[in-house]
């Protein structure tokens, strides 16, 4: 299968966004723009395929990877006229540092594919952490996956078998938890699947576009240390928030404004 990354519809010098919202409306933009000459727009249904994604596909769907995709991905279907759904998703962190992932846990409709870091892994063993250690990780990690599919799946995981499917998450990091979801979606019969971020480490997105369809990523940055650094509003989204938006609700009033202005305005 052809696969490709569609690096940055934003100029330099890139600016931080505002919050999700921002980051999920200009998504939706670049991902509904048309091709350039001699280019595949990003985003496009099919591996070297044209054209946009669009309300005109009716196979189409967004998901938010909960929590934090789930406002980005919201921002993407109103733009796109899509529906909008949720993928359940959890990093596996290193005991100790648990802002270091070793892996991650993706579940959907009752699909759940987990995603582990061979390297990261082998380096764990070789500094002390033993088996035991990070498998109980993933035993924590997979009761709460249980716990958080439970509280949103209901109605926000419609049939995606034969449909083009796009991932949205709030950034890129490892790539670790958007390869989890991936290996969902396969597992759950979609046709394509386009791993969507307003920002990640340029490295981490080639190494996603061996497992998606296509990457868009909107500020591809050669360093990168944390999805926080793309943006000035990074808060933390609770369950309140996820549920408000699975239901239709818009974003929160800090960023019912709508997106600022983009670096060349």
Known sequence: MVRSS????????????LDRHDAGTRLGWALSAPARPGQDAPGAAAPGGGGRLS??????????????????????????GLPLGLLVVRKLGVPG??????????????????VHLERTV???????????ALEQVERDERAELARR???YAGGAQPPVAGSTVLLCDDGLATGATLRAAVAAMRGAGAATVVA???AGPAHACLE?????????????????????????NFHQVGDGEVLALLGGAGPP??????PGPLPWQ
């Open 253 to 258: 009033d800090s960023a019912a404004g709508g």
């Open 97 to 114: 540092s648990p802002e270091v992932a070793f892996g991650a846990l993706a579940t959907y409709a009752g699909s759940t594919a987990a």
């Open 6 to 17: 569609e690096f940055s519809a934003e100029p330099l010098p890139w600016l931080p966004f």
């Open 196 to 198: 969507c971020v307003p």
């Open 208 to 232: 996603l576009a061996a497992v998606a369809d296509r990457v868009v990523c909107l500020q591809p940055w050669t360093t990168f240390h944390a999805v926080s650094e793309a943006y000035l």
């Open 55 to 80: 309300a005109g596909r009716g196979d189409a769907v967004v998901l938010g990877l909960a929590r934090g995709g789930v406002p980005v991905a919201a921002a993407v279907a109103r733009e796109l």
């Open 149 to 151: 599919q439970g509280l």
């Open 122 to 132: 082998r380096a764990l063993r070789r500094h002390g952490y033993d088996s035991g």
